[in-house]
């Protein structure tokens, strides 16, 4: 069983902004902004679109933000876009040197 | 930004052995870290092994003892040595570059490991 947990899915239309969450257990997760977030459409590798909790890598679209608070990282997708249905995981460290996925999200766009 | 590709995946028998590589072009796998994920068919992501920059390994505790990341600087080269594998330990593996210690900002293309009697 994951050390975070994502919701299942999330949907959205075209235009709109989602939040999906992510929530940790440890408080290694709680005190560090070491949290990752990765989009993966079907058949390819995943995407890193924030790392560090906040940071947006250089190319990716500043649709996509990230925030952090206590145990609960978030990711923000604005003006919903038809190619951001896809699943999205986060990632982070979680303590004695392990890092861990969440189980991930399905968003679909309506 | 740099490329990653894998091989090396394929069938295995339960309790065999598998060597992954992953040739890295366009920067130096000894400067970053370096990591392996998996993911199993419908499945989600999964951390399996990092390489610091010193040459420190960790491993998930689902591998812990059977799985060992290494790499080959003259070579530009990181590997993972499979051994004992289990039904379990069938996925794509992805070798990744790190952003830092604890994200990953290039991904191979990923290759097929099997284990099945």
Redesign the interface.
């Known amino acids: 069983q994951s050390a975070l947990t994502q919701p299942a899915s999330v949907s959205g239309s075209p235009g709109q902004s989602i939040t999906m969450s992510c929530t940790g257990t440890t408080s290694e997760f709680g005190n560090y902004n070491l949290v990752s977030w990765y989009q993966q459409h079907p058949g390819k590798a995943p995407k890193l679109l924030i790392y560090e909790a906040s940071k947006r890598p250089s190319g990716v679209s500043d649709r996509f933000s990230g925030s952090k608070s206590g145990k609960t990282a978030s990711l923000t997708i604005t003006r919903l876009q038809a190619d951001d249905e896809a699943h999205y995981y986060c990632c982070s460290y979680v303590g004695t040197y392990v890092r861990v996925f969440g189980g991930g999200t399905k968003l679909t766009v309506l | 930004e740099g490329q990653l590709v894998e091989s090396g995946g394929g069938l295995s028998q339960p309790g065999g052995s598998l060597r992954l590589s992953c040739a890295a072009s366009g920067f130096s796998v000894s400067v970053n870290y370096m990591?392996w994920?998996r993911q199993a068919q419908g499945k989600?992501?999964?951390?399996v092994s990092?390489i610091y920059t010193a040459g420190q390994t960790?491993d998930?505790?689902s591998v812990q003892g059977r799985f060992a990341i290494s790499r080959d600087d003259s070579q530009n080269t990181l590997y993972l040595q499979m051994n004992s594998l289990r039904v379990e330990d069938t996925a794509v593996y992805?070798c990744a570059r790190g952003?830092?210690?604890?994200?990953?900002?290039v991904?191979?293309?990923?290759t097929l490991v099997t284990v099945s009697s």
């Open positions: 990591s994920v989600g992501l999964e951390w990092v960790y998930a505790d992805y952003i830092g210690p604890y994200a990953f900002d991904w191979g293309q990923g």
